[in-house]
């Protein structure tokens, strides 16, 4: 019953360091999410991909690129990470057909100094 | 641009009590949605509302819909403390989802 995993779920960046951040899902969704939480502002869509092999920019994309490897599984890469990017990111993933609700994962928790 | 906003946005309710929480959203769509948010947790999906006057109800939540007001409504019923948490609308704009900023809801007895 695991849903939606990511990985890592804390990590603590340096400015201007690198990193990955990993999604899976095994509920064989098409659609699958990244967002950024962020105190007062709620959930801002980052990328998405309506289907494997296919990307699209959301409403924050500056500063982010994503890879969709396969049906299951959506990456989230910093390329050079910034202060601004401290937040909480949720991954998420869903049906193709519109009317079933988004499923996320539990987050993960990142911190840049 | 699609803007969904809540209100209010903190809410501190006595056991017992009913209140509504409100979304409102500034363009056309026939899709919203509600999930809670406990304290650092995920989202957890409550309604999805799909058509103009659509009701939905769990427990002592109940949402409904209205999109010619571009209006959805959360109603607490007798709230308990197991209700304590953040509220979420999401909307819903060629396949995204646009959220609403939250509504924290904190009950005391």
């Known amino acids: 019953n695991a849903g939606v995993t990511q990985t890592p779920k804390f990590q603590v960046l340096k400015t201007g360091q690198s990193m990955t951040l990993q999604c899976a899902q095994d509920?064989?969704?098409?659609?699958m999410y990244w967002y950024r939480q962020d105190p007062g502002m709620g959930l801002r869509l980052i990328y998405y991909s309506a289907s494997e092999g296919t990307t699209d920019k959301g409403e924050v994309p500056n500063g982010y690129n994503v890879s969709r490897l396969n049906k299951r599984e959506f990456s989230l890469r910093l390329e050079s990470a910034a202060p601004s990017q401290t937040s909480v990111y949720f991954c998420a993933s869903s049906e193709a057909q519109a009317n079933q609700p988004q499923h996320f994962g539990d987050g993960t928790r990142l911190s840049i100094l | 641009e699609l803007k969904v906003e809540q209100n209010p946005l903190f809410l501190s309710m006595q056991e017992g009590k009913n209140y509504t929480i409100y979304c409102n959203y500034s363009?056309?769509?026939?899709?919203l949605y509600w999930y809670r948010q406990d304290p650092g947790k995920s989202l957890e999906s409550l309604f999805v509302l799909l058509s103009n006057g659509a009701v939905k109800q769990e427990g002592r939540l109940m949402a409904s819909l209205d999109t010619k007001a571009r209006l959805s409504t959360l109603h607490i019923t007798a709230a308990v403390h197991d209700l304590s948490a953040t509220y979420f609308c999401a909307v819903e704009n060629t396949d995204k989802l646009i959220f609403g900023t939250g509504t924290r809801l904190q009950v005391f007895p």
């Open positions: 363009t056309t769509s026939d899709r």
């Open positions: 509920m064989n969704h098409n659609s």
